[in-house]
């Protein structure tokens, strides 16, 4: 039988993310993730055919995570209200829960993680996760204002998505969790965005 791998994927990854989150991802060399995993470097490339593929699927991992669950609530049941409600309070709660995940996929860029490029299926993967996220944006301005033109889109993403996370990013730069009086002042904004654009319609 062959020996099983002292060094598995999940270990690996995770001592990317430490490091990414801690100094970002240019510190992220295959050397400092394996001295950070105590692993040889060879066992990292057996596992990745390059950093990039590495801090790719990284990046990968945690959006695909905090995307499944934003989704998930602004598709909730319940009026337009209650579902942006819940989408933009699971922002802060996500990245109490998840303060490494946080700074990597909301304090950094996608393109952070990339040098020379990701293979062609890492590409794919990354270019499928807008797909699901557009379309719950464009429900969401439809339950909200019944209708999805470039305006309408503009002022749902600014409610759903720009708001919650303006409000975090200092706290994430700050290594800090958001504090929970955060969610009463995001929910208040959002849904003055909300009703400021609807009553700009009406007149």
Excluded: C
């Amino acid at each position: 039988m062959p020996r099983p791998q002292k060094f598995d994927q999940a270990e690996i990854l995770s001592s990317a993310a430490r490091i990414v989150a801690e100094a970002g991802p240019a510190a992220a060399t295959v050397a400092a993730i394996a001295h950070a995993a105590g692993a040889p470097s060879g066992s990292i490339y057996h596992r990745f055919k390059s950093r990039d593929e590495l801090l790719g699927r990284l990046w990968l991992d945690h959006i695909s995570d905090f995307q499944r669950g934003y989704i998930a609530m602004l598709e909730s049941a319940g009026s337009a209200e209650q579902a942006m409600i819940k989408g933009v309070l699971f922002v802060p709660d996500w990245v109490r829960r998840n303060p490494q995940g946080a700074r990597i996929v909301i304090r950094h860029r996608r393109e952070e993680f990339l040098e020379e490029g990701w293979p062609e299926a890492m590409k794919r993967e990354a270019l499928e996760l807008a797909g699901p996220l557009q379309a719950a944006i464009a429900m969401m301005a439809h339950r909200l204002f019944g209708t999805s033109d470039a305006d309408t889109l503009r002022a749902t993403r600014l409610a759903a998505i720009d708001t919650p996370y303006g409000a975090v990013r200092a706290h994430i730069a700050g290594n800090e969790a958001p504090p929970l009086f955060l969610d009463a002042l995001i929910e208040a904004a959002s849904m003055a965005i909300v009703q400021s654009f609807r009553s700009r319609n009406t007149h």
